[in-house]
């Protein structure tokens, strides 16, 4: 739905399908992936924001 928002983990066929879905239903879509290549690949399946983990200090803690 426009508006809402959804966050996905990783950047396996889980992760892309949720992409996909979530951006047909308009929803904004969050990724987060330990890799910049990765990163480039989310991005392109439409993802709006990308965090790469191991780029952000204190992730997790």
Excluded: C
């Excluded at 966050?7 to 990724?31: D, E, H, M, P, R």
């Amino acid at each position: 739905m426009p508006g809402q928002w959804v966050l996905t983990q990783g950047s396996g066929g889980v992760s892309t399908y949720a992409i996909l879905f979530a951006k047909a239903a308009s929803a904004n879509v969050i990724a987060i992936t330990p890799a910049p290549e990765k990163a480039k690949r989310l991005k392109k399946l439409g993802a709006d924001h990308i965090i790469n983990y191991h780029e952000v200090e204190n992730w997790g803690a």
